[in-house]
């Protein structure tokens, strides 16, 4: 399974922002796909990445309190596609988003990150 992220960029405060993750390879449902930061330059372990959002093939949708009402995850399941509409951008949510996809069988898999700057 590989993943490749789209999106990332500079955007001022208040601003929008969409990700977009496209998934490839033997994926079966049921799947789940989410996102994940960790700020640029955080040399701690994968496992150590802050959770944002998750979205599984069903569409059922958990989010971070700290993200509530201001970005909305969504997937195609057609495409084996997740998105990620940012809104009401903060400097505190600059990081490396990470796209994660947990398969049918448990195994997870992550893709390379795109970086997200919020700055005036």
């Known amino acids: 399974v590989q993943l490749v992220e789209f999106g990332g960029g500079l955007v001022h405060p208040g601003g929008p922002l969409r990700l977009s993750c496209a998934a490839s390879?033997?994926?079966?449902?049921?799947?789940?796909m989410a996102w994940h930061r960790q700020l640029a330059g955080d040399e701690r372990d994968f496992v150590e990445r802050?959770?944002?959002?998750?979205?599984?093939?069903?569409?059922?949708?958990n989010y971070v309190d700290s993200v509530k009402g201001r970005f909305t995850i969504s997937i195609d399941e057609a495409r084996n596609t997740a998105s990620l509409e940012m809104s009401s951008l903060k400097p505190e949510d600059s990081a490396v988003y990470y796209c994660?996809?947990?398969?049918?069988?448990?195994?997870?898999?992550w893709g390379q990150g795109t970086r997200v700057t919020v700055s005036s």
């Open positions: 390879g033997s994926i079966f449902s049921p799947y789940g």
């Open positions: 994660k996809l947990q398969n049918h069988d448990g195994k997870g898999y």
């Open positions: 802050d959770f944002v959002a998750h979205i599984t093939d069903s569409g059922d949708t």
